[in-house]
Protein backbone atom coordinates (compact mmCIF):
# COMPACT_ATOMS: atom_id res chain seq x y z
CA UNK A 1 0.00 0.00 0.00
CA UNK A 2 1.19 3.61 -0.79
CA UNK A 3 2.55 5.48 2.00
CA UNK A 4 0.01 7.83 3.20
CA UNK A 5 0.74 11.61 2.32
CA UNK A 6 2.45 13.59 5.00
CA UNK A 7 1.02 17.11 5.64
CA UNK A 8 3.38 19.98 5.55
CA UNK A 9 2.74 22.21 8.50
CA UNK A 10 4.24 26.11 8.19
CA UNK A 11 6.23 27.23 10.70
CA UNK A 12 4.20 29.46 12.45
CA UNK A 13 5.14 33.79 11.51
CA UNK A 14 7.67 35.71 13.70
CA UNK A 15 5.77 37.51 15.97
CA UNK A 16 6.16 41.02 14.67
CA UNK A 17 8.98 43.68 16.19
CA UNK A 18 7.41 46.33 17.83
CA UNK A 19 9.60 49.03 17.73
CA UNK A 20 9.00 51.90 20.60
CA UNK A 21 9.37 55.15 18.78
CA UNK A 22 8.99 56.41 22.57
CA UNK A 23 12.93 56.77 22.83
CA UNK A 24 14.04 58.03 19.57
CA UNK A 25 11.11 60.78 20.85
CA UNK A 26 13.23 61.34 24.13
CA UNK A 27 16.42 61.01 22.61
CA UNK A 28 15.22 63.83 20.34
CA UNK A 29 13.75 66.13 23.22
CA UNK A 30 17.36 65.47 24.69
CA UNK A 31 19.39 66.87 22.53
CA UNK A 32 17.69 70.20 22.98
CA UNK A 33 16.75 72.68 19.88
CA UNK A 34 19.64 73.12 17.47
CA UNK A 35 21.22 76.67 17.66
CA UNK A 36 21.03 79.47 15.30
CA UNK A 37 24.50 79.08 13.90
CA UNK A 38 23.59 75.70 13.12
CA UNK A 39 20.86 76.38 11.19
CA UNK A 40 22.80 79.24 9.71
CA UNK A 41 25.55 77.11 8.32
CA UNK A 42 23.00 74.15 6.96
CA UNK A 43 21.40 77.06 4.80
CA UNK A 44 24.26 77.99 3.58
CA UNK A 45 26.07 74.97 2.42
CA UNK A 46 22.31 73.75 1.20
CA UNK A 47 22.97 76.80 -0.99
CA UNK A 48 26.61 75.91 -1.92
CA UNK A 49 25.18 72.69 -2.72
CA UNK A 50 22.54 73.65 -4.73
CA UNK A 51 24.21 76.41 -7.06
CA UNK A 52 27.59 74.82 -7.68
CA UNK A 53 27.22 70.88 -7.19
CA UNK A 54 23.10 69.71 -8.14
CA UNK A 55 23.57 69.25 -11.51
CA UNK A 56 26.82 71.13 -12.02
CA UNK A 57 27.63 69.02 -15.56
CA UNK A 58 24.23 68.87 -17.03
CA UNK A 59 23.70 70.30 -20.83
CA UNK A 60 22.49 73.68 -20.73
CA UNK A 61 22.85 75.07 -24.43
CA UNK A 62 22.56 79.07 -24.67
CA UNK A 63 20.12 80.10 -26.69
CA UNK A 64 20.47 83.14 -29.37
CA UNK A 65 19.33 86.33 -28.48
CA UNK A 66 15.74 87.46 -28.93
CA UNK A 67 15.87 90.55 -31.54
CA UNK A 68 14.73 93.10 -29.58
CA UNK A 69 17.39 94.82 -27.92
CA UNK A 70 19.02 98.18 -28.75
CA UNK A 71 22.34 96.56 -29.60
CA UNK A 72 20.08 94.70 -32.63
CA UNK A 73 19.14 97.79 -33.74
CA UNK A 74 22.18 99.22 -33.82
CA UNK A 75 23.36 96.55 -37.15
CA UNK A 76 22.13 97.23 -40.59
CA UNK A 77 19.11 95.40 -42.08
CA UNK A 78 21.30 92.89 -43.66
CA UNK A 79 23.31 91.51 -40.54
CA UNK A 80 20.36 91.79 -38.46
CA UNK A 81 20.09 87.72 -38.41
CA UNK A 82 23.43 87.24 -36.97
CA UNK A 83 23.36 89.73 -34.17
CA UNK A 84 21.42 86.98 -32.63
CA UNK A 85 24.67 85.39 -32.14
CA UNK A 86 26.43 87.48 -30.23
CA UNK A 87 26.79 86.28 -26.95
CA UNK A 88 28.14 83.05 -28.66
CA UNK A 89 30.24 85.14 -30.49
CA UNK A 90 32.24 86.89 -27.39
CA UNK A 91 32.67 83.94 -25.83
CA UNK A 92 34.49 82.34 -28.67
CA UNK A 93 36.62 85.56 -28.81
CA UNK A 94 37.45 85.98 -25.09
CA UNK A 95 38.06 81.95 -25.68
CA UNK A 96 40.68 82.86 -28.37
CA UNK A 97 42.37 86.23 -26.61
CA UNK A 98 42.71 83.49 -23.56
CA UNK A 99 44.95 81.11 -25.90
CA UNK A 100 46.50 84.32 -27.37
CA UNK A 101 47.61 85.58 -23.56
CA UNK A 102 49.37 82.26 -23.11
CA UNK A 103 51.19 82.01 -25.68
CA UNK A 104 52.16 86.00 -25.55
CA UNK A 105 53.52 84.97 -21.99
CA UNK A 106 55.67 81.94 -23.63
CA UNK A 107 57.33 84.30 -25.98
CA UNK A 108 61.20 84.13 -25.46
CA UNK A 109 60.53 81.13 -24.09
CA UNK A 110 58.74 77.39 -24.67
CA UNK A 111 56.07 78.64 -26.21
CA UNK A 112 54.68 75.31 -26.80
CA UNK A 113 53.92 74.34 -23.42
CA UNK A 114 52.61 77.75 -22.41
CA UNK A 115 50.38 77.79 -26.02
CA UNK A 116 49.38 74.20 -24.53
CA UNK A 117 48.54 75.42 -20.95
CA UNK A 118 46.30 78.35 -22.19
CA UNK A 119 43.78 75.33 -24.76
CA UNK A 120 42.87 74.05 -21.09
CA UNK A 121 41.38 78.10 -19.70
CA UNK A 122 40.27 78.47 -23.41
CA UNK A 123 38.68 75.27 -23.11
CA UNK A 124 36.39 76.56 -19.88
CA UNK A 125 35.89 79.50 -21.49
CA UNK A 126 33.99 78.04 -24.67
CA UNK A 127 32.54 75.15 -21.79
CA UNK A 128 30.49 77.92 -20.65
CA UNK A 129 28.79 77.95 -23.36
CA UNK A 130 26.68 74.57 -22.67
CA UNK A 131 27.78 73.32 -19.60
CA UNK A 132 27.92 76.70 -17.31
CA UNK A 133 28.36 75.53 -14.00
CA UNK A 134 30.35 72.67 -14.86
CA UNK A 135 32.82 74.78 -16.95
CA UNK A 136 33.39 76.37 -13.57
CA UNK A 137 34.94 73.57 -11.58
CA UNK A 138 36.75 72.45 -15.10
CA UNK A 139 38.39 76.19 -14.58
CA UNK A 140 39.54 75.46 -10.62
CA UNK A 141 40.65 72.18 -11.83
CA UNK A 142 43.18 73.63 -14.62
CA UNK A 143 44.60 76.16 -12.55
CA UNK A 144 46.86 74.33 -10.12
CA UNK A 145 47.89 71.93 -13.42
CA UNK A 146 48.63 75.61 -15.90
CA UNK A 147 50.71 76.39 -12.42
CA UNK A 148 52.48 73.10 -12.89
CA UNK A 149 53.32 73.22 -16.02
CA UNK A 150 54.20 77.04 -16.50
CA UNK A 151 57.05 78.25 -13.89
CA UNK A 152 58.13 81.67 -15.95
CA UNK A 153 54.82 83.66 -14.83
CA UNK A 154 54.99 86.73 -13.05
CA UNK A 155 52.41 85.96 -10.06
CA UNK A 156 51.02 82.53 -8.01
CA UNK A 157 48.73 80.69 -8.81
CA UNK A 158 47.39 81.57 -11.67
CA UNK A 159 48.86 82.08 -14.64
CA UNK A 160 48.33 85.46 -17.29
CA UNK A 161 45.60 82.93 -19.70
CA UNK A 162 44.31 81.06 -16.54
CA UNK A 163 43.58 84.62 -14.99
CA UNK A 164 41.29 86.11 -18.05
CA UNK A 165 40.10 82.37 -18.40
CA UNK A 166 38.49 82.37 -15.10
CA UNK A 167 37.73 85.82 -14.52
CA UNK A 168 35.69 85.35 -17.92
CA UNK A 169 33.94 81.49 -16.64
CA UNK A 170 33.22 83.25 -13.71
CA UNK A 171 31.30 86.50 -15.44
CA UNK A 172 29.41 84.32 -17.94
CA UNK A 173 28.33 82.23 -15.67
CA UNK A 174 26.89 84.12 -13.09
CA UNK A 175 25.35 85.89 -16.29
CA UNK A 176 23.42 82.45 -17.61
CA UNK A 177 22.67 81.31 -13.74
CA UNK A 178 21.63 83.46 -10.89
CA UNK A 179 23.44 86.35 -8.72
CA UNK A 180 24.20 83.68 -5.52
CA UNK A 181 26.04 81.22 -8.17
CA UNK A 182 28.36 84.35 -8.29
CA UNK A 183 28.41 84.55 -5.13
CA UNK A 184 29.22 80.89 -4.40
CA UNK A 185 32.17 80.58 -7.20
CA UNK A 186 33.84 84.05 -5.89
CA UNK A 187 33.89 82.25 -2.17
CA UNK A 188 35.38 79.14 -3.74
CA UNK A 189 37.43 81.10 -5.73
CA UNK A 190 38.84 82.79 -2.61
CA UNK A 191 39.12 79.57 -0.38
CA UNK A 192 41.57 78.26 -2.95
CA UNK A 193 43.89 81.26 -3.36
CA UNK A 194 44.27 80.96 0.82
CA UNK A 195 45.07 77.15 0.55
CA UNK A 196 47.26 77.77 -2.22
CA UNK A 197 48.72 80.67 -0.55
CA UNK A 198 49.37 79.05 3.05
CA UNK A 199 50.65 76.01 1.72
CA UNK A 200 53.23 77.82 -1.11
CA UNK A 201 55.41 80.87 0.22
CA UNK A 202 54.55 84.64 -1.14
CA UNK A 203 58.12 84.38 -3.74
CA UNK A 204 58.70 80.78 -3.94
CA UNK A 205 58.92 81.61 -7.47
CA UNK A 206 60.08 85.19 -6.63
CA UNK A 207 56.94 86.64 -7.59
CA UNK A 208 53.66 87.97 -5.92
CA UNK A 209 50.66 86.61 -5.53
CA UNK A 210 47.92 87.63 -8.56
CA UNK A 211 44.88 85.85 -6.19
CA UNK A 212 43.98 89.73 -4.82
CA UNK A 213 44.02 91.12 -8.20
CA UNK A 214 41.87 88.43 -9.33
CA UNK A 215 39.46 89.48 -5.96
CA UNK A 216 38.86 92.44 -6.83
CA UNK A 217 38.56 92.15 -10.48
CA UNK A 218 36.14 89.07 -10.20
CA UNK A 219 34.16 90.77 -7.46
CA UNK A 220 33.69 93.78 -10.04
CA UNK A 221 32.61 91.95 -12.99
CA UNK A 222 30.41 89.86 -10.54
CA UNK A 223 28.50 93.06 -9.23
CA UNK A 224 28.04 94.42 -12.64
CA UNK A 225 26.76 90.91 -13.72
CA UNK A 226 24.61 91.07 -10.94
CA UNK A 227 23.08 94.36 -11.05
CA UNK A 228 22.57 93.79 -15.10
CA UNK A 229 20.79 90.49 -14.12
CA UNK A 230 18.87 92.62 -11.28
CA UNK A 231 17.53 94.89 -13.67
CA UNK A 232 16.67 92.45 -16.28
CA UNK A 233 14.44 90.56 -13.63
CA UNK A 234 12.68 93.97 -12.75
CA UNK A 235 12.29 95.36 -16.88
CA UNK A 236 10.74 91.73 -16.69
CA UNK A 237 8.23 91.58 -13.38
CA UNK A 238 7.26 95.27 -15.10
CA UNK A 239 6.64 93.91 -18.24
CA UNK A 240 4.16 91.13 -16.87
CA UNK A 241 2.07 93.21 -14.58
CA UNK A 242 1.95 95.63 -17.62
CA UNK A 243 0.48 93.16 -19.31
CA UNK A 244 -2.02 91.56 -16.47
CA UNK A 245 -2.77 95.33 -16.15
CA UNK A 246 -3.76 96.01 -20.16
CA UNK A 247 -5.80 92.57 -19.83
CA UNK A 248 -7.64 93.38 -16.69
CA UNK A 249 -8.37 96.95 -18.23
CA UNK A 250 -9.93 95.53 -21.00
CA UNK A 251 -11.87 93.25 -19.25
CA UNK A 252 -13.14 96.29 -17.32
CA UNK A 253 -13.55 98.36 -20.44
CA UNK A 254 -15.38 95.60 -22.27
CA UNK A 255 -17.86 94.95 -19.01
CA UNK A 256 -18.33 98.92 -19.37
CA UNK A 257 -18.76 99.05 -22.62
CA UNK A 258 -21.55 96.51 -22.37
CA UNK A 259 -23.24 97.74 -19.52
CA UNK A 260 -23.79 101.24 -21.58
CA UNK A 261 -25.43 98.87 -24.31
CA UNK A 262 -27.59 97.58 -21.93
CA UNK A 263 -28.52 100.77 -20.60
CA UNK A 264 -29.54 101.50 -23.94
CA UNK A 265 -30.91 99.08 -25.38
CA UNK A 266 -33.44 99.47 -22.39
CA UNK A 267 -35.05 102.45 -23.61
CA UNK A 268 -34.85 101.24 -27.08
CA UNK A 269 -36.95 97.57 -26.19
CA UNK A 270 -39.10 99.61 -23.41
CA UNK A 271 -40.19 101.62 -25.84
CA UNK A 272 -41.71 98.78 -28.54
CA UNK A 273 -42.79 96.55 -25.49
CA UNK A 274 -45.12 99.90 -24.16
CA UNK A 275 -46.53 100.06 -28.36
CA UNK A 276 -47.26 96.05 -28.12
CA UNK A 277 -48.70 97.01 -24.63
CA UNK A 278 -50.74 100.09 -25.88
CA UNK A 279 -52.12 98.05 -28.87
CA UNK A 280 -53.31 94.93 -27.05
CA UNK A 281 -55.09 97.36 -25.01
CA UNK A 282 -56.60 99.60 -27.54
CA UNK A 283 -57.48 96.77 -29.90
CA UNK A 284 -61.13 95.86 -28.74
CA UNK A 285 -62.14 99.30 -28.99
CA UNK A 286 -61.52 99.43 -32.90
CA UNK A 287 -63.58 96.30 -32.92
CA UNK A 288 -67.69 96.82 -32.51
CA UNK A 289 -69.12 93.58 -30.26
CA UNK A 290 -65.46 91.95 -30.19
CA UNK A 291 -65.97 87.90 -29.19
CA UNK A 292 -64.86 87.32 -25.57
CA UNK A 293 -62.19 85.13 -26.56
CA UNK A 294 -60.53 87.45 -28.59
CA UNK A 295 -60.96 89.94 -25.82
CA UNK A 296 -59.43 87.99 -23.68
CA UNK A 297 -56.43 86.95 -25.94
CA UNK A 298 -55.73 90.92 -25.85
CA UNK A 299 -55.91 91.01 -22.22
CA UNK A 300 -53.32 88.33 -22.12
CA UNK A 301 -50.83 90.33 -24.83
CA UNK A 302 -51.28 93.44 -22.47
CA UNK A 303 -50.40 91.43 -19.64
CA UNK A 304 -47.64 89.71 -20.92
CA UNK A 305 -46.14 92.64 -22.30
CA UNK A 306 -46.06 94.52 -19.09
CA UNK A 307 -44.70 91.39 -16.82
CA UNK A 308 -41.76 91.63 -19.77
CA UNK A 309 -40.95 95.33 -19.10
CA UNK A 310 -41.36 94.32 -14.85
CA UNK A 311 -39.13 92.07 -15.63
CA UNK A 312 -36.59 94.17 -18.29
CA UNK A 313 -36.16 96.43 -15.39
CA UNK A 314 -35.53 94.32 -12.58
CA UNK A 315 -32.54 92.47 -14.86
CA UNK A 316 -31.16 96.28 -15.61
CA UNK A 317 -30.82 97.14 -12.10
CA UNK A 318 -28.43 94.78 -11.44
CA UNK A 319 -25.94 96.14 -14.48
CA UNK A 320 -27.02 99.88 -13.91
CA UNK A 321 -24.27 102.14 -11.55
CA UNK A 322 -25.76 103.73 -8.21
CA UNK A 323 -25.30 107.59 -9.55
CA UNK A 324 -27.15 106.59 -13.30
CA UNK A 325 -29.96 108.51 -14.03
CA UNK A 326 -31.82 107.13 -17.02
CA UNK A 327 -32.24 110.37 -19.89
CA UNK A 328 -35.22 112.28 -20.20
CA UNK A 329 -34.91 112.57 -23.82
CA UNK A 330 -35.26 110.18 -25.97
CA UNK A 331 -32.40 107.91 -27.33
CA UNK A 332 -30.59 109.78 -30.60
CA UNK A 333 -30.62 108.67 -34.10
CA UNK A 334 -29.55 109.27 -37.46
CA UNK A 335 -31.68 111.80 -37.91
CA UNK A 336 -29.63 113.71 -35.02
CA UNK A 337 -26.62 113.15 -36.53
CA UNK A 338 -26.87 117.05 -38.14
CA UNK A 339 -26.26 118.49 -34.37
CA UNK A 340 -23.94 116.16 -33.74
CA UNK A 341 -21.67 117.41 -36.10
CA UNK A 342 -22.44 121.06 -35.58
CA UNK A 343 -21.47 120.04 -31.98
CA UNK A 344 -18.02 118.88 -33.21
CA UNK A 345 -17.81 121.60 -35.93
CA UNK A 346 -17.79 124.11 -32.60
CA UNK A 347 -15.18 122.22 -31.12
CA UNK A 348 -12.96 122.93 -34.23
CA UNK A 349 -12.94 119.58 -36.67
CA UNK A 350 -13.43 120.22 -40.01
CA UNK A 351 -15.75 117.42 -40.89
CA UNK A 352 -18.25 116.70 -44.08
CA UNK A 353 -21.18 114.38 -44.65
CA UNK A 354 -22.37 112.66 -47.77
CA UNK A 355 -25.37 110.34 -47.83
CA UNK A 356 -26.41 107.84 -50.46
CA UNK A 357 -29.20 105.52 -50.61
CA UNK A 358 -32.84 106.26 -50.12
CA UNK A 359 -32.82 107.61 -46.54
CA UNK A 360 -35.32 105.66 -44.58
CA UNK A 361 -36.30 104.76 -41.09
CA UNK A 362 -33.98 101.78 -39.56
CA UNK A 363 -35.12 99.99 -36.38
CA UNK A 364 -34.15 101.77 -32.98
CA UNK A 365 -31.53 99.84 -32.31
CA UNK A 366 -29.84 100.42 -35.36
CA UNK A 367 -30.14 104.02 -35.50
CA UNK A 368 -29.00 104.51 -31.93
CA UNK A 369 -25.78 101.89 -32.74
CA UNK A 370 -24.79 103.77 -36.05
CA UNK A 371 -25.23 107.13 -34.24
CA UNK A 372 -22.72 106.00 -31.33
CA UNK A 373 -20.63 104.42 -33.71
CA UNK A 374 -19.75 107.80 -35.55
CA UNK A 375 -19.97 109.84 -32.48
CA UNK A 376 -17.04 107.86 -30.89
CA UNK A 377 -15.21 108.06 -34.41
CA UNK A 378 -15.46 111.71 -34.40
CA UNK A 379 -14.38 111.83 -30.88
CA UNK A 380 -11.28 110.00 -31.55
CA UNK A 381 -10.49 112.15 -34.49
CA UNK A 382 -10.63 115.04 -32.26
CA UNK A 383 -8.59 113.43 -29.60
CA UNK A 384 -5.63 111.95 -32.08
CA UNK A 385 -5.80 113.82 -35.04
CA UNK A 386 -6.39 117.89 -33.83
CA UNK A 387 -6.84 120.13 -36.87
CA UNK A 388 -7.41 117.07 -39.42
CA UNK A 389 -10.39 117.47 -41.75
CA UNK A 390 -12.78 114.05 -41.07
CA UNK A 391 -15.65 112.72 -43.38
CA UNK A 392 -18.80 111.19 -42.30
CA UNK A 393 -20.44 108.68 -45.40
CA UNK A 394 -23.68 107.44 -44.76
CA UNK A 395 -25.14 104.70 -46.87
CA UNK A 396 -28.34 103.09 -47.38
CA UNK A 397 -28.61 100.25 -49.24
CA UNK A 398 -30.78 96.75 -49.67
CA UNK A 399 -29.24 94.43 -47.12
CA UNK A 400 -28.45 97.33 -44.06
CA UNK A 401 -26.82 100.36 -43.38
CA UNK A 402 -23.14 101.28 -44.58
CA UNK A 403 -20.72 103.90 -41.99
CA UNK A 404 -17.64 104.98 -43.14
CA UNK A 405 -15.53 107.92 -40.95
CA UNK A 406 -12.28 109.01 -42.01
CA UNK A 407 -9.65 111.59 -41.00
CA UNK A 408 -6.33 113.06 -41.92
CA UNK A 409 -3.08 113.45 -40.22
CA UNK A 410 -3.03 115.67 -37.36
CA UNK A 411 -1.95 118.76 -38.41
CA UNK A 412 -1.58 122.80 -36.92
CA UNK A 413 0.39 122.98 -33.34
CA UNK A 414 -2.22 120.78 -30.62
CA UNK A 415 -0.37 117.96 -29.55
CA UNK A 416 -2.71 114.58 -29.41
CA UNK A 417 -3.71 113.42 -26.92
CA UNK A 418 -3.37 109.71 -25.80
CA UNK A 419 -5.82 107.27 -25.43
CA UNK A 420 -6.42 103.98 -23.90
CA UNK A 421 -8.80 102.55 -26.95
CA UNK A 422 -11.98 102.02 -24.75
CA UNK A 423 -14.03 103.61 -28.22
CA UNK A 424 -12.73 101.21 -30.77
CA UNK A 425 -13.80 98.48 -28.06
CA UNK A 426 -17.17 99.69 -27.55
CA UNK A 427 -17.53 99.97 -31.60
CA UNK A 428 -16.53 96.76 -31.81
CA UNK A 429 -19.34 95.48 -28.88
CA UNK A 430 -21.68 97.36 -30.89
CA UNK A 431 -21.44 95.73 -34.18
CA UNK A 432 -21.03 92.41 -32.85
CA UNK A 433 -24.26 92.66 -31.05
CA UNK A 434 -25.88 93.34 -34.47
CA UNK A 435 -23.79 90.66 -36.28
CA UNK A 436 -22.11 93.36 -38.40
CA UNK A 437 -18.90 93.62 -39.95
CA UNK A 438 -16.25 96.67 -38.89
CA UNK A 439 -12.84 97.47 -39.74
CA UNK A 440 -10.54 100.21 -37.91
CA UNK A 441 -7.54 100.90 -39.65
CA UNK A 442 -4.93 103.79 -40.66
CA UNK A 443 -4.87 105.33 -44.07
CA UNK A 444 -1.72 105.52 -46.07
CA UNK A 445 -2.14 109.00 -45.94
CA UNK A 446 -1.61 108.75 -42.25
CA UNK A 447 -5.00 109.51 -41.03
CA UNK A 448 -7.44 106.70 -39.59
CA UNK A 449 -10.21 105.00 -41.11
CA UNK A 450 -13.59 103.54 -39.60
CA UNK A 451 -15.63 101.17 -41.74
CA UNK A 452 -19.15 99.62 -40.06
CA UNK A 453 -21.42 97.84 -41.82
CA UNK A 454 -24.78 96.89 -39.54
CA UNK A 455 -26.84 94.22 -41.44
CA UNK A 456 -30.77 95.13 -41.92
CA UNK A 457 -33.46 92.33 -42.54
CA UNK A 458 -35.82 93.66 -44.81
CA UNK A 459 -38.77 91.88 -42.45
CA UNK A 460 -37.19 94.11 -40.04
CA UNK A 461 -37.45 97.12 -41.89
CA UNK A 462 -41.59 96.00 -43.28
CA UNK A 463 -42.12 95.51 -39.46
CA UNK A 464 -41.01 98.97 -38.31
CA UNK A 465 -42.95 101.14 -40.88
CA UNK A 466 -45.81 99.11 -40.34
CA UNK A 467 -45.27 99.31 -35.84
CA UNK A 468 -44.85 103.11 -36.65
CA UNK A 469 -48.48 103.35 -38.50
CA UNK A 470 -49.90 101.01 -36.13
CA UNK A 471 -48.57 103.02 -32.93
CA UNK A 472 -50.15 105.84 -34.08
CA UNK A 473 -53.48 104.55 -34.71
CA UNK A 474 -53.33 102.81 -31.31
CA UNK A 475 -52.74 105.90 -29.33
CA UNK A 476 -55.88 107.31 -30.97
CA UNK A 477 -57.73 103.92 -30.51
CA UNK A 478 -56.53 104.22 -27.07
CA UNK A 479 -58.13 107.91 -26.44
CA UNK A 480 -61.11 106.75 -27.86
CA UNK A 481 -61.61 103.94 -25.61
CA UNK A 482 -60.56 106.38 -22.48
CA UNK A 483 -63.77 108.15 -23.58
CA UNK A 484 -66.48 104.85 -24.09
CA UNK A 485 -64.80 104.27 -20.97
Known amino acids: MPEPLSLVTTPPPRPRTVVDVTDTTEQ ?78 GLGGNEAVYFLTGLVPAAAVLMTLVRPVGAFWVSMAATP ?47 YSLVAEGFIDDGYYGYGSDAPALLIFSALGLLVTTMAHVRREAQREVTVQRTVTAIERDKRTLLEERTTIARELHDVVAHHMSVVAIQAEAAPY ?14 TIRENAVAALTELRRVLGVVRAEDYEAPDAPQPTLADLDRLLDNVRDAGLTVDKVITGAVRELPQGVELSAYRIVQEALSNALRHAPGAPARVEVGYVLGGLGLRVVNGPATGLVKASPGA ?38 ADRTDRTDQSGQAGQAGQAGHAGEGRA
Open 145 to 191: VTAAFGNGWDGWPWTPAAFFGHLVVMVVVAARTRPRTGLWMWVVTAA
Open 286 to 299: RVENPPPELEQAFV
Open 421 to 458: GHGITGMRERVTMLNGEMTAEATPEGGYEVTVFLPVPL
Open 28 to 105: LKASGPKSPEFHLVREALGGLREALFRDAFAYRLLPPRTADGRLHRLFPARIRGYADWTPHALVVAAALITVCIAYQT
